[in-house]
């Protein structure tokens, strides 16, 4: 495919993200006219962190009146899984990308957007990527922006409502590749099933919802490269699927 071609199927799979993203924008707009945010402001909240469990955070410690330094701990624990998303995005990425293009698709790692990128057989396409990131990104920021210029117009229930569009989406991402591997099946289920023991567990459930995503991340993922290696064979299939896919 050509540049003009991924760059416009990268458009087409991020559109339903950025649905999603405007009304969880929205949400982000509010909080952040409350903690005295303007529109502009809360563009740019958006536009350069790109994780509403960060913004939240963020947004938290300034309704606290707390430190720079308390506001960029919280921002990096907050989104510390996407680490480890980055990681595994890294052994997607041809060898032959340009260190700028790692950077930009780096900028734009959210967990929807990870899970498009993911799921594409093959390396990934910076293009593509761009694509995707463009409408996403645009819908988050400027959702935001509508949400600090309602204010408290809408009700926290239909805020919270229009917010349950990303989890139809999310499931929507991942059921293709779960259909077609039996091994992203099971990571699938074990780590659904993972994470509500978690959140029921008396000691496990008092830590921080981040921070067990993080541990059940690493631990699932760590076995199932263990049980489930990817062989070099099934990665060149994978890569001739994905030109025979773009063709």
């Known amino acids: 495919m050509s540049n003009r071609q991924l760059f416009g199927a990268g458009v087409r799979d991020g559109m339903p993200v950025c649905l999603g993203y405007i009304a969880v924008g929205f949400s982000i707009g509010i909080a952040a006219k409350n903690v005295g945010l303007n529109a502009f402001q809360g563009f740019l909240l958006s536009f350069l962190n790109n994780a509403s469990a960060g913004e939240y955070a963020g947004l938290t410690v300034m309704a606290a009146a707390g430190t720079y330094l308390e506001i960029a701990l919280m921002t990096l624990v907050a989104n510390a899984r996407y680490l480890l998303m980055s990681c595994a995005l890294s052994q997607r990425v041809s060898p032959e990308m340009k260190f700028r293009h790692r950077l930009l698709i780096s900028y734009g790692i959210t967990d929807e957007l990870f899970g498009l990128g993911i799921a594409r057989p093959g390396f990934i396409e910076p293009v593509y990527m761009y694509g995707a990131f463009s409408v996403a990104l645009t819908g988050w920021s400027f959702g935001t922006v509508c949400g600090v210029l309602a204010g408290n117009v809408l009700s926290v229930r239909l805020v919270s409502a229009l917010s349950v569009a990303?989890?139809?989406?999310?499931?929507?991402?991942?059921?293709?590749?779960?259909?077609?591997?039996?091994?992203?099946?099971?990571?699938?289920?074990?780590?659904?099933?993972?994470?509500?023991?978690?959140?029921?567990?008396?000691?496990i459930s008092e830590i921080s919802e981040g921070t067990r995503t993080i541990i059940l991340t690493v631990l699932i993922s760590a076995g199932a490269a263990v049980l489930f290696p990817v062989k070099k064979q099934e990665t060149v299939n994978a890569e001739d699927a994905g030109k025979k896919q773009d063709e």
């Open 166 to 203: 990303l989890f139809g989406m999310f499931i929507a991402i991942i059921i293709p590749p779960a259909k077609r591997d039996r091994a992203v099946l099971l990571c699938v289920i074990v780590s659904f099933a993972a994470s509500f023991a978690a959140a029921k567990l008396p000691v």
